[in-house]
């Protein structure tokens, strides 16, 4: 076999690996989101919040907000997310970041290094405290090593001044 089939085939492996473990993320993301009531989230991701500058203190989250019934749950107010940062929310596994005003991004907060949960939002990055491994608040992309993966991201709603697990 040439070098080239068989780089062609790697390549189709790991897209098939790659696509299986998403996958697999994303289930096992959404069983941990369920409420009592059965209501379940489609969340991928989690976050952490803080000011681009880091003038202020690492903000994060345990829990959320209320429930929503089957509407998901409340997991912070859009005032609570401070523009150029953003906030982890480790129960739900998730990241919310407000890259401009207005805007508001949501990621997994598990690191695609070796599984971390990021710990805060500072300098317009997601920081993951095990290795130093940096995530940018406007895509996820890597912006430090040694993650080579960007964090997948979540799916959240903005209605009026509330944030929701979609």
């Known amino acids: 076999m040439t070098q080239s089939a068989i780089t062609g085939q790697d390549t189709t492996r790991r897209a098939v690996v790659t696509a299986a473990g998403a996958a697999g993320l994303a289930a096992t993301l959404a069983a941990c989101g369920k409420d009592d009531n059965g209501g379940g989230s489609d969340s991928d991701n989690a976050g952490s919040a803080q000011d681009a500058g880091g003038s202020q203190p690492s903000q994060s989250a345990e829990g959320g907000g209320q429930s929503a019934g089957g509407d998901g749950m409340e997991l912070a107010k859009t005032s609570q997310i401070p523009e150029g940062g953003g906030m982890v929310f480790k129960d739900h596994k998730v990241v919310v970041t407000q890259p401009t005003a207005g805007e508001f991004k949501a990621f997994s907060s598990i690191c695609t290094h070796q599984?971390?949960?990021?710990?805060?939002?500072?300098?317009?990055?997601?920081?993951?405290?095990?290795?130093?491994?940096?995530?940018?608040?406007?895509?996820?992309?890597?912006?430090?090593?040694?993650?080579?993966?960007?964090?997948?991201?979540?799916?959240?709603?903005?209605?009026?001044?509330?944030?929701?697990?979609?």
């Open 115 to 166: 599984g971390c949960s990021v710990g805060d939002v500072t300098g317009g990055t997601i920081n993951c405290p095990c290795h130093q491994s940096k995530f940018d608040i406007t895509d996820g992309s890597v912006k430090g090593g040694p993650a080579q993966k960007p964090l997948p991201g979540a799916q959240i709603k903005v209605q009026g001044s509330s944030i929701w697990m979609a």
